[in-house]
């Protein structure tokens, strides 16, 4: 995969490096602590991020002035330069709309853009991003940093890595010799002792503590619970800005997602889910297993209704569910599993066009019924001139149509990571969403805890049902039911 690297130039006369890599959903990067598009995308503690994302969407990111292929001798290096430099790339691009991503330093940057272009960011990526960045409180922390940032401006540049094998270390304490090198590497390359002195500096002055609250886009904030660099407690505090924010735990140490740690695969499926950016193929490959929403069907009183009706015409209305049930699966990308008698079960790739699906099933159900009991229910007479049975339409008299002409359905979700074996689903997650579909009352949607959180920001409301007990489930689940008719 190549990286197409191209030049803007902000309203101060900086040039500014940034590049387009992958085709799909556009996400835009802002920058973050000393970028090389050059270096980075074949860096071993970068790359195979940067290029993961170009997977399945068209990714852009830049070189933060001072730093990389942009201008390196430059007068502005404050947080407002930070902002105004994201907004020239982003209208470089010609992106009417994007998602945003903001890692670690580049977080307060992409939520100032994100406040004061609301129309611009439909979703709000944050990793390992905070607030308001750790300042000194005392005159003896002022001395250590006024120390610190000596030693920075005159060691960072020297051939010996020493001084910088400390910020790799403060960064990703657990990636290999390789990746540590390559870190250092990259940090000299990217910026000169005198730029990295005043970035750090610039640091200490963002606070968006009180912007945060303003931002509107969904958000998805990412953190790790041992982090280094960035305590977890400053993760937590920029989710409880933003709201609506859906906060993401990741265990680990490491500040930074190295290749080949188990997070990694966490972390691109909540990406894929948060955008709605189908990952897989509709078929399901021989004892695979990756995070979809199971959907369940379940037509009211399927027994009773043949018995009442008669085994011809309960298949009739069986066809019917049938058909509007598939109609929607198509139109929201869901697959049908399996029949199950009285229902179907389905799968997505994602929570929030399960949702989609599953709400627009019960307005198709509730449209099909209303224009039923407005119609008269037809009836046989003779035929004078053959003797034959009529069948009186409309527009004939009749009498209403019977009540059990209508169908109503319940509609469980929940979402996991389900074992795929020949074209079927299996394990807890099946299990669980056929329990909550049991649960939901006739024209209910009913989900899991776990659906309601992937689904955050997506505009859905629901209703908090409590903790349920369900049978073969030792804990009690809690569910919530989707206000779809609101």
């Known amino acids: 995969m190549e990286q197409d690297i191209r030049f803007c130039t902000a309203a101060d006369g900086v040039r500014l490096a940034y590049a387009t890599s992958g085709e799909g959903y556009p996400i835009v990067k802002s920058a973050n602590w000393l970028n090389h598009l050059e270096f980075d995308w074949q860096s071993p503690p970068f790359g195979h991020f940067l290029r993961g994302l170009s997977e399945h969407s068209t990714l852009i990111r830049y070189d933060e002035r001072g730093t990389g292929l942009s201008d390196r001798d430059v007068d502005d290096m404050s947080f407002e330069s930070w902002v105004s430099d994201l907004e020239t790339v982003v209208d470089a691009t010609g992106l009417e709309r994007f998602a945003l991503l903001g890692i670690s330093q580049g977080g307060p940057v992409a939520v100032a853009y994100a406040v004061r272009h609301p129309e611009r960011v439909s979703h709000l990526l944050l990793y390992g991003s905070y607030p308001k960045f750790r300042t000194p409180r005392t005159e003896e922390q002022a001395e250590e940093l006024e120390a610190f940032l000596l030693l920075m401006g005159r060691s960072w540049g020297r051939n010996n890595p020493a001084f910088r094998q ?68 400053l993760g937590r505090e920029l989710a409880s800005l933003i709201p609506g924010a859906r906060f993401v735990p990741l265990e680990g140490e490491n500040h930074l997602i190295l290749e080949g740690e188990p997070e990694r695969e966490v972390l691109m499926r909540e990406i894929w889910n948060f955008l709605g950016i189908e990952t897989q193929g509709a078929a399901l490959g021989e004892h695979s297993s990756s995070l979809v929403t199971i959907l369940f069907t379940d037509m009211e009183g399927s027994t009773s209704l043949t018995q009442s009706l008669g085994d011809a015409r ?30 179907i079960m389905a799968s997505f790739p994602s929570a929030s066009r399960a949702i989609e699906c599953a709400i627009a099933i019960q307005g198709a159900f509730t449209e099909r019924n209303a224009a039923l009991s407005a119609r008269p229910e037809p009836v046989e007479g003779r035929g004078a001139a053959h003797g034959s049975t009529l069948r009186l339409d409309s527009g004939q008299a009749g009498s209403p149509r019977a009540p059990s002409d209508a169908i109503r359905v319940r509609i469980g979700l929940n979402a996991g990571e389900p074992v795929a074996e020949d074209e079927d ?62």
């Open 314 to 343: 309960a298949q009739e209305l069986l066809r019917d569910h049938n058909a509007i049930v598939r109609d929607s699966l198509k139109a929201h990308g869901g697959t049908e599993i399996k029949h199950t008698g009285d229902g």
């Open 166 to 233: 400390m910020f790799t270390t403060y960064f990703v304490p657990g990636a290999s010799a390789e990746q540590m090198r390559a870190f250092n590497y990259m940090q000299r390359e990217s910026a000169s002792p005198a730029n990295a002195v005043r970035i750090y500096r610039t640091f200490t002055t963002m606070d968006v503590r009180e912007i945060a609250p303003m931002v509107r886009a969904p958000t998805l904030i990412f953190h790790r619970r041992r982090d280094g660099a960035v305590p977890f407690r």
């Open 425 to 486: 689903l299996f394990g807890t997650a099946v299990q669980l969403a056929a329990r909550v579909c049991a649960k939901a009352e006739p024209g209910e949607i009913l989900t899991s805890n776990v659906v309601r959180e992937l689904a955050a920001g997506k505009g859905f409301l629901f209703s908090d049902r409590g903790d349920e007990a369900l049978r073969g489930f030792e804990d009690p689940v809690r569910l919530y039911e989707v206000r779809w008719a609101d």
